[in-house]
């Protein structure tokens, strides 16, 4: 999908193991729109997150992404939807320690059964400012390398949706501004929608749309 897709909430609920049941508010992101996702600790945005991209199954309601409900897609069919069309950056970055940063990029075709896209990958490199270090590991890049290496993947196949869950929570205004200018300019360069969880008051004056969930 490389074109605008609606992403629509609708009566999205989640009920956890221990019975805490989380509500969340009915909700259209239009093609290309870019959010801040807001609220208090523990209001529920991380799982909010897991639930658009298909990685949780919610106890009521539903999540569509373009013409599809997540929960009526069979188990691989969710897989490679998010593999395809959904990039996610969690607060736990999730790099493989043994692969080089490009092989790290080169990971995303290959999860999502596309073709190794070398060119894409060295683009977004470059883009991000990380050419130089294309071939060392994750873990001799510094924490702000390593976050946009992290990025740099969840951009890689071009997603429809790009999720990011507090990615500004450790860096400095300059940075935290920085970050987000380039979070606003690769979706806008894929069409893709923007949603970023925070409870950075930087992000959410730095984004055009803001949801706010309460406790
Ligand atoms: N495995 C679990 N079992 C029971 N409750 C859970 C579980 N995971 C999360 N919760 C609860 O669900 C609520 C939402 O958690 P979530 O991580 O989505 O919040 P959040 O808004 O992302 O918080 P933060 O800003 O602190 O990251 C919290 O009250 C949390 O305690």
């Not at 605008?4 to 729109?33: E, K, N, Y």
């Not at 995303?108 to 130089?132: F, Q, V």
Request: proline content about 6%; charged content about 20%; overall charge neutral.
């Amino acid at each position: 999908m490389s074109h605008p897709v609606h992403v629509h909430v609708s009566g999205l609920g989640f009920r956890h193991a221990d019975g805490t049941t989380l509500q969340f508010p009915d909700w259209t992101l239009d093609g290309g729109s870019q959010w801040a996702l807001i609220g208090p600790s523990g209001c529920g945005k991380t799982t909010l997150l897991q639930l658009l991209a298909g990685l949780r199954k919610p106890s009521s309601g539903s999540v569509q992404i373009g013409a599809q409900r997540l929960d009526q897609l069979s188990e691989q069919d969710r897989d490679r939807l998010r593999g395809r069309s959904i990039g996610i950056v969690f607060q736990t970055l999730y790099l493989l320690p043994t692969l080089s940063v490009l092989n790290n990029l080169l990971l995303a075709p290959a999860m999502a059964g596309l073709e190794p896209n070398r060119e894409r990958a060295l683009d977004l490199l470059r883009r991000l400012e990380l050419d130089h270090l294309t071939n060392r590991h994750p873990d001799a890049l510094s924490q702000g390398q390593a976050q946009r290496v992290a990025i740099a993947r969840a951009l890689m196949n071009r997603p429809a949706l790009l999720l990011a869950d507090e990615p500004t929570s450790a860096l400095d205004d300059r940075a935290c501004l920085r970050l987000l200018d380039l979070l606003k300019e690769e979706t806008r360069l894929c069409a893709a929608t923007l949603l970023v969880a925070t409870h950075d008051q930087r992000v959410r004056e730095a984004l055009p749309s803001v949801q706010e969930l309460t406790p």
